[in-house]
């Protein structure tokens, strides 16, 4: 309930913890709309996202973020291998950048920062992507390492894994390859970064402890190559990617630890600069 929300933040604002309400309005993870994600791009479905924007900020008490998601809104995701679970509606270019803009605009009428998902970023073209409003801080989201020296090799992984690369990013990309960060994914997300790099841009780093180790510390290393003060990183975020059972309890905290240590690492580089 709302009065229950309301406590939490409280409760967990005594501790030094804000929380972040994360409203994932992309078309390939908008389930939780219902029959507002049959209505992308209307009126009906803007006055309806608007207003749970603000139901949020009032509910998290003005928090000082709203992340809107935006993940995986592209061809790879939307694609006919999806239309047996998804309804395939896709925004394009003007389209995608006019929502996520009304998106923003929405949250910063309130007076909060917009976060999302570095996605649009990287499957719009040059000439689309720049128009999407500044202030919007992007998270770049990757799971494994920027660093070629610590490159993951698959036949090392899980066989999950193993068998993902054998067929499923055969069947979807036609080729094999030997290192987990050959995959388009992992290069679309580092030139992304470089682009950050080059024009100024702040941003996120995503990590996640769910296949490797050494997510968080590599990629803050492949930062400070780029951005010696790290004056670019507004800060970072990790996840299993696991399910909040019991038996992942030491995958969380394992998380935690390792986002500690980033923290500190970072904390060290920006002393030294």
Same mark, same amino acid.
């Given at each position: 309930t709302p009065e229950k929300i309301k406590s939490e933040v409280l409760r967990l604002r005594e501790m030094g913890i804000e929380l972040v309400p994360k409203l994932n309005f992309s078309a390939h993870h908008d389930a939780w709309l219902g029959e507002y994600g049959r209505m992308v791009s209307t009126s009906i479905y803007y006055k309806a996202c608007k207003e749970l924007i603000e139901d949020?900020?009032?509910? %998290?008490? #003005?928090?000082?973020? &709203? #992340? &809107?998601g935006m993940d995986e809104e592209d061809k790879s995701h939307m694609s006919a291998f999806n239309q047996s679970f998804y309804m395939t509606i896709m925004r394009h270019d003007e389209l995608l950048v006019h929502d996520i803009n009304y998106l923003?605009?929405?949250?910063?009428?309130?007076?909060?920062?917009? #976060?999302?998902?570095?996605? =649009?970023?990287?499957?719009?073209?040059?000439? %689309?992507?720049? @128009?999407?409003? @500044? @202030?919007i801080l992007p998270?770049?989201?990757?799971y494994y390492t920027y660093l070629k020296e610590n490159w993951t090799l698959i036949s090392e992984q899980s066989q999950e894994v193993i068998d993902f690369y054998a067929t499923e990013f055969v069947r979807r990309y036609g080729y094999t390859i030997e290192y987990v960060e050959e995959s388009p994914s992992v290069i679309n997300a580092m030139k992304l970064l470089e682009k950050f790099f080059e024009e100024k841009r702040h941003f996120f780093l995503a990590t996640s402890n769910l296949y490797i180790k050494t997510c968080e510390s590599d990629n803050l290393e %492949?930062?400070?190559? $780029? $951005? =010696?003060?790290?004056?670019?990183?507004?800060?970072? &975020?990790?996840? =299993?990617?696991?399910?909040?059972? =019991?038996? $992942?309890k030491?995958? %969380?905290?394992?998380?935690?630890?390792l986002v500690g240590k980033a923290r500190k690492q970072a904390e060290q580089i920006m002393q030294n600069a």
């Open positions: 949020a900020y009032e509910m %998290f008490l #003005h928090p000082s973020f &709203i #992340h &809107i923003i605009k929405c949250v910063e009428d309130l007076g909060a920062k917009c #976060h999302m998902w570095h996605d =649009p970023f990287k499957d719009l073209d040059a000439e %689309f992507s720049k @128009d999407i409003y @500044d @202030d998270y770049v989201w990757m %492949f930062v400070r190559r $780029n $951005n =010696p003060d790290l004056s670019l990183l507004d800060g970072m &975020i990790g996840t =299993p990617w696991s399910q909040l059972v =019991p038996e $992942n030491e995958l %969380f905290w394992e998380a935690a630890e």
